[in-house]
């Protein structure tokens, strides 16, 4: 039922990522006619009472269906709605490609220092379990044991990063990701 409503009111174009209304319905849409942002960085459109985001409408007019499951940004920018950003996940692979948390202060996810014990400490959650990676005489190290653990538990590349336009950059996403 909704993939029509989408294919009535909106276009959409996968390279650029942007999701247009077909005609502007009030004058609360601004007048390029593209969808609104709500306080989290996402894109959104109310229709008929409901909203619905942008990147599901831009997920359904791109495939041709609803998603199954949740739609990641891989680059974590959530205005990006390219379909080479967008990929379809379980709620866990989507925990698997979480940007850095902002009070993260060594630079690298899972590890942190513990001064009580004067040592880099490293950690991982996996399916909502603490795995504890060891203390570390260096932030190299435990960043290495933290980034094998990552692979071996299938994170995706991309986990930990800063959120496009923070921290650092987001890594430039081609097809291939």
């Not at 109310?46 to 949740?70: D, E, T």
């Amino acid at each position: 039922m909704t993939l029509p409503l989408f294919r009535e009111k909106f276009t959409y174009d996968p390279e650029s990522g942007i999701v247009l209304w077909k005609k502007r319905y009030s004058n609360a849409i601004s007048p390029d006619l593209s969808l609104g942002m709500n306080s989290k960085g996402y894109r959104n459109a109310c229709v008929g009472g409901r909203n619905y985001a942008g990147h599901h409408i831009a997920w359904a007019l791109h495939h041709g269906r609803m998603p199954c499951g949740q739609i990641d940004h891989i680059n974590h920018d959530r205005s990006d709605n390219r379909i080479v950003n967008l990929r379809e996940v379980t709620p866990a692979q989507n925990q698997r490609n979480s940007s850095m948390d902002r009070r993260n202060t060594s630079g690298v996810t899972g590890v942190r220092w513990r001064g009580d014990r004067k040592a880099w400490e490293a950690t991982i959650r996996v399916s909502n379990k603490p795995i504890y990676l060891g203390r570390h005489a260096s932030l190299d190290e435990a960043a290495a044991i933290r980034c094998a653990a990552e692979r071996k538990y299938g994170f995706h590349a991309n986990h930990g990063r800063a959120v496009a336009g923070k921290k650092a950059e987001a890594r430039k996403l081609t097809p291939e990701d």
